[in-house]
């Protein structure tokens, strides 16, 4: 006798499918969720994630190599000394997020819209800027600091220029930093895909207009192999990529007075242009089997909490974790963007 097809089997058919219209509609927003070390938590294996960081050659207390040429040189006969190589772990702690949504039964029977559609939808977006947001609160913390103007944040007054890009690529190439080679691949595995070289710059899509005026600024459209890191990149300048979401908001008011800047107030509105290399961070990302788990219960299903059948729900959850995983390997350029006016 073949199994009977009950009402779970389909349930948890249109389960899959709210999971995979949440994923999709949770990849166009998702711009930090491509890059870093992404990792994948197994179930019964506690809450807490240890990223492993192998350490360079007899490391200084700033994380950088401490070679000298002379403690390589062989002498014949004689077996070289045997060194031993060494690990930094970097623990963190996953936490979980959700959002609920809720529709009547007349919603479901009556309303001209596919509201529970829309609810998915509106569901797989508002988690990956939740997941967006959580990226972006531990990258923005890195300690590493360039301002435009002045010592200090409240003293800034003018835009992104050359000078800190370059500098903020000194900082890195001192700490032997490596170039962005690889991002995540689109879509729900966690296979990661090759890119052309380059420090990745994430900023806030208000500051765009100045990263266009920078000196040698270079248009996707213009790129030899024609192809972006991120559909949100605009553009590079010499070994900068810059990739930019309206998520990334600024400090508003932070800043000093100039009338000539997005400013609150009198004050300057402090954008943070964060310039990050290879495995700077690392983090579970919003991708795999399992990662978001969906909530879709029609309004029909009658449950003991749901008597007469009269309430819906859309909804899912996530775990997610993020930690930064090398300071040497991440600038924050601080700096004003530009007021513009119409000719």
Known sequence: MSAAHLYSTQQSRNLIRAERAMLRHAGAIEVLGQFGDNREQPLNQTDTIMFRRLNPWNMRANGTPDIAVKDFVLQEGVNPQVNRISYTDVPTTLAQYGVVFGFSSKVQLMYEDDVPADMSKLTGETLAEVAEMIRYGQLRGGINVIYATGTSRAQITGKINLPMLRLAARTLEDARARMVTSKLSAGASYDTSAI??????????????????LPGFVPCTKYASGAKVHAREIGAVEDFRFISSSLFRPWLGAGGANAGMVSTGANVDVYPFIVAAQDAWGQVALKGKGAIKPVVLPATTVSHANVLGQMGYVGAQFWTAVVRLNENWMVRLEAGVSRLAAA
Do not use: K, Q, S
């Open 196 to 213: 052309e070289p380059g420090y990745l710059v994430f900023c806030h899509t208000n500051g765009t207009a100045d990263i266009r005026d």
